[in-house]
């Protein structure tokens, strides 16, 4: 019945893993496999299998600190995939902007409107924060502390403001796109404009449902 102790292990250890499903499903099957490879060593000098299992899963640890310290794998490497997205997508909605602005017509722009004062100011503190976020959680995050030590908060919370940051850049666009098409839609081109439009509004709502799964994931890790 070796098997059986090694799934009971294996069932309680799933109880405090947090992450997606092909996350959750690759480490059980990774620990699995390390428990299948102990328990083999365990039978030089124990040639009952069950007894092997059994000493097999006490050598890995209580289920709970097993998990803990894949959890916190998990949120490092969610972290720094995301941040890595959000200092690759920046760049391309600025050169998508930019140039399908200065492609289009030159339409008359009023001198210092207060919206494009207020969308620029909303934009440059997105940018700060996306960039700012993002590398210092990737620093930390592509440390090897990172990797065999305790959970880092930076590396979260430098995801956490890369995607607020890229969601505040998002917004800055969009609306002032809105208010220029509202007010002056010819000085717009509207076939050429609708590559980026449509690049901020898809990146919005990734990154936005990310933030959400993102913040599920630390609420779940902290209560396991």
């Not at 294996?10 to 499903?21: E, F, I, K, M, Y």
């Not at 666009?173 to 404009?193: A, Q």
């Not at 919005?204 to 779940?220: E, H, K, M, N, T």
């Amino acid at each position: 019945m070796a098997a059986a102790v090694l799934q009971r292990y294996s069932d309680r250890l799933a109880q405090h893993l947090v992450g997606p499903h092909s996350r959750r499903s690759a480490i059980l099957e990774e620990v699995m496999d390390g428990l299948e490879c102990a328990t083999e060593g365990n039978l030089a000098d124990c040639p009952d299998r069950e007894a092997a299992a059994r000493r097999a899963v006490a050598e890995w640890g209580p289920p709970g600190e097993v998990a803990r310290a894949y959890n916190d794998a998990t949120l490092r490497l969610s972290a720094n995939r995301l941040s890595l997205l959000a200092v690759y997508v920046l760049p391309l909605l600025a050169f998508s902007w930019a140039y399908a602005l200065l492609s289009g017509p030159k339409g008359p722009w009023v001198h210092h409107p207060p919206m494009l004062i207020l969308g620029l100011s909303i934009a440059t503190i997105g940018v700060v924060l996306c960039l700012g976020g993002a590398f210092s959680g990737l620093w930390r995050g592509s440390k090897v502390r990172a990797a065999v030590g305790p959970r880092d908060d930076v590396i979260t919370l430098g995801a956490l403001a890369a995607i607020v940051g890229m969601l505040c850049v998002v917004g800055a666009l969009v609306m002032l796109l809105l208010n220029r098409g509202i007010t002056h839609p010819e000085s717009l081109d509207w076939p050429l404009i609708s590559v980026p439009a449509t690049l901020s509004t898809l990146s919005g709502a990734y990154f936005f449902l990310s933030l959400r799964r993102f913040v599920a994931i630390i609420r779940a890790a902290r209560s396991a």
